[in-house]
């Protein structure tokens, strides 16, 4: 008897015939003699709901409140889905954050899993239930419930299995699997059928919209073998696992949801470019690169995401100095894929296409399984389409 972890994201739960089918594929797993357990997110775009609302009451809402508040999307899925199962005729539970026994740091909107009390959970399962856990949701050790960011819920569902030692742990989404660029861009993308932890770490830091980047963290520091694939159909999706091999580029991903921050100053000494820094760091905003120009004059850029803008901007403007600011939109396009680091050629055509199509550079990162360049301006997709006709 194999112990499973399934993840449904909201796409997969927005309406009461989706929650059918996403009830039929667990009983199909369940039929099998695997003890199911299940994580589910909130359905279909109910947390952006509940955000919208909120920012209607508050410009900025207290963010233990927001905890709470968004924590219900869950916990009306988990409840209409364990309703359902029982009405099909199989025992299941719906369970909480904090009664599955998830245990988190004390950050809201952005706390991490410390541990899991399983003893819950595998009463559940002797008992032959089928286990519906809340995704995105844990609680503290002040007894305040907490959420994981967005994407939390592949993380609890990761997490989970890893503690339970479950034998595999299936992502489902609206999506067949992970794909060589974003399919609702580019139409030739094709659907990788393995990647390494590494690679889709990378992927998921430089922006791909698949997993979140925390669970991949915890998948390969416990060996957890994910499979992501459709929750509406039977196809073979893509595996993660400790699999290594060399490769060509894999995938590529564009992130558009960046903004390069210049500063200017007549003077400049070296605790300005650190004060900076530390005044971002501890308002939250984590500063994805900088680079420090100066010499006798303060020349400093520094790349945020555009979530932060607002809340960027107010702070630069508070500060004493009157630094000269200026704000650009740029991309980031990420080529990813183990061995990229020693094939000289895959820069070569890279270089080549950017060149041919005059985009400036601001920066340039080669790593072991990727390569990430920098432009000064938002580049299109039929760029990455001209890219990936060449690479993948």
């Known amino acids: 008897m194999e112990t499973l972890v399934l993840k449904f994201g909201g796409s997969s739960l927005a309406d009461n015939e989706k929650l059918n089918i996403v009830a039929n594929k667990i009983i199909n797993f369940y039929n099998k003699g695997n003890r199911v357990v299940v994580i589910v997110s909130a359905q279909g775009k109910t947390t952006d709901k509940l955000i919208k609302e909120a920012k209607e009451l508050s410009s900025e809402p207290d963010k233990r409140e927001m905890d709470v508040l968004l924590s219900t999307g869950e916990q009306i899925s988990i409840s209409k889905l364990a309703i359902l199962l029982k009405e099909l005729g199989y ?14 740091s004390n950050t809201n909107e952005e706390a991490k899993i410390e541990y899991i009390n399983t003893d819950k959970i595998n009463q559940e399962l002797e008992k032959n239930n089928i286990v519906i856990i809340a995704g995105f949701q844990g609680i503290n050790d002040k007894k305040d419930i907490t959420t994981l960011g967005r994407g939390g819920s592949d993380t609890s569902a990761v997490a989970v299995a890893a503690a339970l030692k479950a034998d595999h742990c299936y992502i489902f989404s609206d999506v067949e699997g992970i794909y060589s660029t974003d399919p609702n861009k580019i139409p030739e993308a094709q659907k990788i059928d393995e990647l390494s932890y590494n690679e889709m770490l990378d992927l998921s830091n430089e922006g791909a919209k698949v997993l979140h980047n925390r669970c991949v963290e915890i998948a390969q520091k416990y060996n957890v073998l994910i499979e992501t694939g459709s929750t509406f159909n039977n196809n073979v999706g893509t ?26 100053h007549e003077k400049y000494n070296i605790n300005i470019v650190n004060e900076i820094y530390c005044i971002l760091l501890s308002n939250g905003i984590i500063p994805i690169s900088m680079i420090n120009n100066s010499y006798n004059e303060l020349s400093l850029g520094f790349v945020i995401k555009s979530s932060d803008l607002i809340k960027c901007k107010k702070l630069l403007e508070s500060l004493s100095h009157e630094y000269i600011l200026s704000y650009i939109e740029i991309s980031k396009i990420s080529f990813v894929g183990y061995g990229i680091m020693n094939n000289d050629d895959i820069m070569k055509k890279v270089i080549k296409i950017v060149n041919d199509n005059s985009i400036e550079v601001l920066s340039i990162q080669l790593e072991e399984c990727k390569l990430s360049i920098t432009t000064k301006e938002r580049v299109s997709d039929a760029l990455i389409k001209e890219l990936h006709q060449l690479l993948v």
């Open 239 to 264: 595996q993660i696992n400790n699999k290594i091999e060399e490769s060509c580029v894999k995938s590529i991903v564009k992130n558009d949801n960046l903004i390069l921050i210049t500063l200017e």
């Open 91 to 104: 025992n299941a539970i719906s369970l909480t954050g904090w009664q599955a026994g998830i245990y988190t």
